[in-house]
């Protein structure tokens, strides 16, 4: 029981807390089948996982289940349910031609006071014989950590979500006071220096000079606001630092050993800090939530005037045709924005390696 609480509650993300939830219960009481709801406002699930179902069956099986039926009930009632056949309750209605055939079944609520947050249920007990009530009390006490941990997931992304957008209004206010100003005095003097190219030649190069400063100006501008979207623990501890904390600090939260190697290294521009540590972290989330590794290695060095960031896991690995939505593109963006290049090693069982290299 201990091992499964811990196991929740080092997750942050909330569908990672949710898969963690179901994966633990159905080990916990060595069900063959496991899923949990998350119900919405139209009669639906925002979320619903499931262990013990493959991906081909999910496909045969069609849309996610609605709140009727068995999970309808429990919803309203938000009391648990053991029953040595499921099909025989009243309360079961159906289920598509696709869905494996279940019998004993275990099902709790979990809960945040009078809220229920979701229902977590399991089906065909390995053991013969069914659940017990001991199964129902032990996963009834497991639900009750389940609503922390999943509670506390929910206040992290908010608060991700609150300082994102409060950052992206910041950001959006210092483009508009100083850039753009930048840029629409830089459009008028152009559109000055055409105008005078025929009617007075001799007056066009004053203007064209006028481009090039206002032109200068901007790109300092823009310098400028990226250098203050640095995180202060770069300006307090440098790159390899603050990296290596983060490292350590997911090293923690998840199951994969997680660890950090770093040489000496030169001087480096600001914005190629914040760049190299971006790419960084959008790399180990990858590794982490996708790849299914058991280790993660991340390394920094200086290598032939190149500062060199290498993240590499031996997970499932993927087809670099199906990598959209793994960040692929914007980390790419990041490293080519400060002169450098990406590189993305992967095949299927062989795991992933994203490599960066920026000259200094």
């Known amino acids: 029981m201990s091992s499964a609480v811990l196991a929740v509650t080092r997750h942050l993300s909330v569908r990672e807390v949710l898969q963690v939830i179901v994966r633990s219960a159905q080990r916990l009481l060595d069900a063959r089948y496991a899923a949990l709801g998350v119900p919405d406002d139209d009669g639906s699930f925002a979320e619903f996982v499931a262990e013990g179902i493959t991906d081909k069956q999910w496909d045969a099986i069609g849309p996610l289940p609605r709140q009727h039926g068995m999970l309808g009930a429990m919803l309203r009632d938000g009391a648990p349910a053991r029953l040595p056949d499921l099909r025989e309750d009243p309360r079961f209605e159906w289920w598509p031609k696709a869905h494996p055939v279940m019998k004993d079944f275990l099902g709790v609520p979990i809960r945040d ?14 053991t013969p014989g069914g659940f017990t009530q001991e199964d129902q009390d032990l996963l009834t006490l497991f639900a009750a950590h389940a609503a922390i941990a999943l509670t506390n997931a929910r206040l992290y992304e908010r608060g991700r979500e609150l300082a994102m957008l409060e950052e992206r209004n910041r950001v959006a206010h210092e483009l508009h006071d100083a850039v753009t100003q930048k840029l629409f005095s830089l459009r008028l003097t152009a559109q000055s220096a055409q105008a005078m190219l025929d009617k007075a030649p001799d007056k066009v190069a004053p203007e064209l000079q006028r481009v090039q400063r206002l032109a ?3 790109l300092t501008e823009l310098r400028a606001v990226i250098v203050e ?8 501890h440098g790159l390899s630092e ?3 904390k983060h490292v350590r600090m997911l090293d923690r939260l998840h199951p994969s050993l997680v660890v950090f190697e770093c040489g000496e290294l030169p001087p480096l521009d600001p914005v190629v800090e914040v760049a190299a540590l971006r790419v960084a972290q959008e790399a180990l989330h990858n590794a982490l939530r996708h790849s299914e590794a058991s280790r ?9 005037g190149k500062l060199v960031l290498s993240v590499e896991d031996d997970g499932r690995g993927f087809e670099q045709a199906d990598s959209r939505g793994l960040g692929l593109a914007s980390m790419r963006d990041r490293a080519e ?14 795991g992933t390696t994203v490599r960066v290299e920026v000259g200094v």
Not at 229 to 236: H, I, S, V
């Open 242 to 244: 603050t990296l290596r």
């Open 296 to 304: 993660v290695s991340v390394r920094l060095a200086y290598e032939e």
């Open 229 to 236: 979207l640095r995180p202060a623990e770069l300006d307090r």
């Open 216 to 218: 200068g100006e901007a």
């Open 337 to 350: 924005s400060v002169g450098g290049v990406m590189t993305v090693e992967s095949a299927l069982g062989r």
């Open 113 to 126: 006071g009078d809220e229920v947050l979701g229902i977590i249920f399991l089906a065909n007990k390995r």
